[in-house]
């Protein structure tokens, strides 16, 4: 097979063309290609009033042989990759019989992928997911944003089966280097399991909330055919540990002999897949503890901004805003500050909404989300402003404390829950409002906050390109509702600095961005983990043997494909460790044995 990349036809060809397209492209006759598949559509939309779509095909040729010879020097033209997963090993007699179990802690994407391979390698492991299987969980998410339910800080759209990822636009890109291709066996289980086949092809291909609810039944019914178990509402509340010896260094480290669940119960364990999500405090607070090594990582902080969703697509489609082959639009903006920062979009959510993302009481935090039509009326996204070390050290409870950034969030999430009134309402803001307020003392903050007079005439400071040709006016879409605040309140001042001057600078890739009608809701802090578990070359922790930190709340993955990823990969070294350990050990003996 041969692969031929960046292919253009324009966008209402037919199937037909896309065949004709290779045969001219090659300069072959139609019987010298057998056969064709797509491996990637994406869209060139470089040139607006010229919109095209891209492809990547795999040729299936009656000579690829001379044909890659005569294009030998087109580097469009290639071998296509070998993209087969291939198992690092399978479990041995010894795992069938007395072998402890690998447990997995965590139902999201890194946890049921991790959990899936090592099924899938024979080693059945048993998954804890504190929260609720997805349909108990998300009748409590929908019910707490109605109104018709109270807040559970256990089920919600942080914990439960799915992981955050259930209740968000459900992108399937990453940025991540993929060299063995795991991500393409992400997509394919994630297919099997009842995801649109075109995951596979699309260049940036999501699900939404209500296909992942599906996809994440599926996944579970893998894993118990495969013999592994998967229990719900059981939380870890401690690791049970031994002082051990370290082969490779002599050194004495602990080492995990099990976990101890919320009710007591303690289960054995020798392996322990640790990947619980950024959100998951309790549990980095109980780490810290235990004396495993974790520190302090930088995230992000900021509002998530509202627009009419129209008026992005014509910003990025132009004269084909609408096309019914046309999606609709994404954007990515990023912005230096004179202060120094960086302001930049996060989880852009193509025709979606701001939802109401706290997994603990009394505390304020937005996340975005759409289905898989992406066809509510507005447009959403974080507009969030990087953040250093030094930022979060304040907020500690001493000097290189590793929960200081687990501590500013929830200081400005306390802050954005009072200012939207203490009943988990969410403060929101006009841009034209949040613009205008850039000299305003505190004393008369909350007074420009509703003059109505400041909203009608603000326009000219700053000077905004003119409005979009539709008037569309954006609501606020956040549930369980918001309330009009001044957003500088639940925000550092060097973040609302930053915004402020990335607003009018993102009008020159998308007019109409700081409109004064636009949105903005508060307060953003979940963009990624605030701690890392740091991991060595095997994956295990660095002091704590048996312990596999992974995924986005041990701070190495962003979203759900490169969570899923970072699962695939501990269950590989996971598995690897475990059969090493068993050639060096005798028949009958345990990893807990070595002590």
């Known amino acids: 097979m041969l692969r031929l990349s960046e292919l253009k036809l324009p966008l209402d060809h037919s199937d037909g063309d896309l065949r004709q397209g290779v045969l001219k492209r090659l300069g072959i006759p139609s019987e010298d290609l057998v056969d064709l598949r797509v491996v990637k559509r ?18 299936e040729l009656r000579d690829p042989d001379r044909i890659l010879k005569r294009f030998r020097r087109d580097p469009q033209l290639k071998p296509s990759p070998d993209t087969t997963y291939r198992f690092v090993g399978h479990a041995t007699a010894q795992d069938g019989g007395n072998a402890l179990r690998p447990i997995v802690i965590g139902a999201g994407p890194c ?96 699900i939404g909330t209500f296909k992942l609810a599906t996809v994440v039944r599926g996944l579970r019914s893998r894993i118990e055919a495969l013999g592994g178990e998967i229990r719900f509402q059981c939380k870890v509340e401690q690791l049970e540990t031994v002082m051990a010896t370290d082969s490779g260094t002599q050194s004495e480290l602990q080492r995990v002999v099990g976990v101890r669940l919320a009710d007591g119960q303690v289960l054995p364990a020798d392996q322990v897949v640790l990947a619980v999500g950024h959100s998951a405090r309790d549990t980095f607070a109980m780490l810290h503890r235990q004396g495993v090594a974790i520190e302090a990582k930088e995230f992000s902080i900021g509002l998530r901004i509202e627009h009419p969703q129209p008026m992005v697509d014509q910003a990025r489609w132009g004269a084909f805003a609408g096309h019914p082959r046309l999606a609709a639009a994404e954007y990515k903006l990023v912005h230096h500050c004179r202060n120094g920062r960086t302001v930049y979009s996060f989880c852009m959510c193509p025709g979606g909404l701001v939802v109401a993302a706290a997994s603990e009481a009394g505390h304020v935090v937005t996340n975005g989300m759409s289905q898989h039509s992406r066809n509510e009326r507005n447009a959403n996204s974080g507009i969030v ?12 409870s001493g000097p290189g404390d590793p929960l200081a950034g687990v501590a500013f969030q929830r200081h400005w999430e306390a802050r954005a829950f009072a200012l939207g009134g203490n009943s988990y309402r969410a403060p929101y803001q006009r841009v034209g409002d949040f613009l205008g307020k850039q ?31 539709h008037q569309l006016v954006p609501q606020p879409s956040y549930e369980p509702g918001v309330i009009s605040a001044d957003l500088g309140d639940c925000l550092p001042d060097f973040v609302t600095e930053a915004i402020r001057e990335a607003l009018p600078a993102f009008e020159r890739s998308i007019p109409g961005f700081s409109r004064a009608d636009a949105l903005l809701t508060g307060v953003e802090t979940r963009t990624s983990s605030p701690v890392r578990i740091p991991r060595g070359e095997n994956l295990e922790s660095l002091n704590t043997l048996g312990l596999y930190p992974a995924g986005e709340g041990a701070g190495y993955a962003g979203g759900i494909l490169s969570a899923a990823i970072d699962g695939i990969k501990v269950a590989e070294a996971l598995v690897l460790t475990r059969l090493l350990l068993q050639r060096q050990r005798g028949p009958g003996e345990s990893a807990c044995d070595l002590v």
Not at 185 to 205: F, Q, T, W, Y
Not at 385 to 392: A, K
Not at 442 to 461: H, I, P, R, V
């Open 42 to 59: 994406s869209v060139d939309a470089r040139k607006r009033e010229a919109i095209q779509f891209s492809y990547s095909l795999d040729l």
């Open 111 to 206: 946890g049921y992928f991790a959990a899936l391979l090592l099924a899938q390698m024979g080693f059945r492991p048993l998954l804890l997911e504190r929260g609720k299987p997805v349909k108990e969980r998300s009748a409590d998410t929908f019910g707490f944003w109605q109104g018709k339910q109270p807040f559970d800080p256990e089920s919600n759209v942080q914990f439960g089966e799915g992981g955050a990822g259930t209740f968000s636009d459900g992108k399937l890109y990453s940025q991540v280097r993929d060299p063995q291709h795991h991500g393409r066996k992400v997509l394919e289980e994630l297919v099997a399991c009842g995801a649109n086949p075109d995951i596979l092809s699309l260049h940036r291909p999501h």
């Open 439 to 469: 000299t305003v003392g505190k004393q008369n903050k909350a007074k420009q906050t509703n003059d109505k007079q400041t909203n009608e005439t603000f326009g000219s400071k700053p000077k905004l390109r003119p409005e979009p040709s």
């Open 385 to 396: 402003v990087g953040l250093e070390l030094s930022d979060l050290a304040p907020f500690g």
